[in-house]
């Protein structure tokens, strides 16, 4: 049973540039997070798909925007990148809106470098 | 607004000793407190939770402890193993929110 899966592993972008990062959520999940992990940080939501809607929105600005599939695969859209977006980026997958208190499954993430 | 705070950056202990991690959050409407376990280059994997209706959650070698006067919990784990060594993440929740607010996490390392 596989879990989330997230491509592409690691990411380098120029200043500016846009960037596109993709998961699969585990079998039999719906609902897709993204959260950003900067270094020596926890993670930080970002945004949380379900129904192919997004439900929820964490303080990130408009130029990160997502989307989610009907086959509930899920992609995170950065544009415009700076610096300080380069981060280790997570995406999580759960049952349902709510969720529960330990449904999540998360997956490896994808490292972003913008130089 | 730091609402779930980790304040020691990383903690050492000697094997078979317990180890105790510690978190504080500020938002009394929480329901839930998890912690996750994060080596590198993988993603946090879950590893127990409590209710804020419970003061105690014990799993294995894993207990968490919930203090809500204090606004603090606890993650206790006993005996420590070399393979525990990764990094620990404080987590709340509130019941429908679905997002989950962490700790900036403490780097536990189990010496033989």
């Known amino acids: 049973d596989a879990g989330v899966t997230q491509s592409p592993t690691h990411l380098i972008k120029t200043r500016g540039q846009q960037v596109t990062l993709r998961c699969s959520p585990k079998s039999g999940h719906d609902t897709v997070s993204w959260y950003q992990q900067a270094l020596g940080q926890g993670p930080q939501f970002i945004f949380q798909?379900?129904?192919?809607?997004?439900?929820q929105r964490g303080n990130f600005p408009d130029r990160f925007s997502g989307h989610q599939f009907p086959n509930y695969s899920s992609e995170l859209n950065v544009n415009a990148l700076l610096l300080g977006d380069s981060a280790l980026y997570l995406c999580?997958?759960?049952?349902?809106?709510?969720?529960?208190?330990?449904?999540?499954?998360f997956g490896s993430g994808t490292r972003l470098t913008v130089v | 607004d730091q609402q779930v705070k980790q304040n020691s950056p990383s903690l050492s202990v000697q094997e078979g000793r317990i180890s105790i991690l510690n978190c504080d959050y500020t938002?009394?409407?929480?329901?839930?407190f998890l912690w996750y376990k994060k080596y590198p280059a993988e993603g946090p994997t879950f590893l127990i939770s409590i209710s804020s209706i419970k003061d105690k959650n014990e799993d294995g070698r894993f207990t968490v402890f919930l203090n809500k006067s204090a606004k603090h919990l606890s993650l206790h784990i006993v005996p420590s193993q070399p393979g525990d060594s990764a990094v620990y993440f404080c987590?709340?929740?509130?019941?429908?929110?679905?997002?989950?607010?962490f700790g900036q996490g403490t780097e536990l390392s189990v010496k033989p």
């Open positions: 798909y379900y129904e192919e809607e997004e439900r």
């Open positions: 987590a709340a929740l509130r019941s429908g929110g679905g997002k989950l607010i």
């Open positions: 999580a997958s759960s049952l349902g809106f709510a969720g529960t208190n330990y449904g999540y499954t």
């Open positions: 938002n009394s409407m929480f329901d839930y």
